[in-house]
């Protein structure tokens, strides 16, 4: 199975701070790469899709980029709501799989 | 609006079964795939299993494999997962999800419910 390795674990960053979070595979998943933001106690919300496409109304200070097996996930000006956990997730044959998660917090 | 409510979650012995039931609404079920994905408490995301709008694909991961079935009952609108075996590492909060594109193609999750609890212990 293919294995997801995000970093770093917890970062910490100011409002306005460009923020760039990594997602390695462990083999090639093409472009078959999605992004979710969590909150405490609410569901996961889907940010990107296919590496580089941005869910509808998602704020355009996300973005997303790569291929293979190297991806990031980028925030351009970070706003107060934007501290959460981030997760990337690969589903590029049957099985899918998710990083072990980015908690971005506010230094 | 897109609903998926959960059910079925509850404290459980080791070895012991369990069904969990996904109620979707707001969307035409058997247009997409579906997921069953799991967080323990304090941890993260853990994906579980897949099975295609038709269900003539089920996908699951190896922490579960030959113990957890996935199924769905398109007339019903129902996803299911049928938990055999349960060991106290599968204690998490169990949420479905739904495939943001139609047909086969794996484009992320875009609606989740939020979940039910399954603890496993004696």
């Known amino acids: 199975d293919i294995q997801m390795t995000q970093s770093p674990s917890s970062l910490s960053a100011s409002v306005g701070d460009r923020v760039t979070i990594t997602c390695r595979a462990s083999q090639s998943i093409i472009t078959y790469l999605n992004w979710y933001q969590q909150k405490p106690g609410k569901a996961p919300n889907l940010l990107m899709y296919?590496?580089?496409s941005l869910q509808g109304g998602v704020p355009s200070r996300f973005s997303g980029s790569g291929s293979g097996t190297d991806f990031t996930l980028t925030i351009s000006s970070l706003q107060p709501e934007d501290f959460a956990t981030y997760y990337c997730?690969?589903?590029?044959?049957?099985?899918?799989?998710f990083g072990q998660g980015t908690k971005l917090e506010i230094k | 609006q897109v609903q998926l409510v959960e059910s079925g979650g509850g404290v459980v012995q080791p070895g012991r079964s369990l069904r969990l039931s996904c109620a979707a609404s707001g969307f035409t079920f058997n247009n997409y795939g579906m997921h069953w994905v799991r967080q323990a408490p304090g941890k993260g995301l853990e994906w579980v299993a897949v099975?295609?709008?038709?269900?003539?694909?089920?996908y699951y991961a190896d922490s579960v494999k030959g113990r957890f079935t996935i199924s769905r009952d398109n007339s019903k609108s129902t996803l299911y997962l049928q938990m055999n075996s349960l060991r106290p590492e599968d204690t998490a909060v169990y949420s479905c999800a739904k495939d943001h594109s139609s047909g086969g193609a794996r484009l992320g999750l875009d609606y989740w419910g939020q979940g039910t609890l399954v603890t496993v212990s004696s």
């Open positions: 296919a590496a580089s």
């Open positions: 099975i295609s709008y038709d269900g003539s694909n089920k």
């Open positions: 997730q690969e589903c590029y044959s049957g099985p899918c799989s």
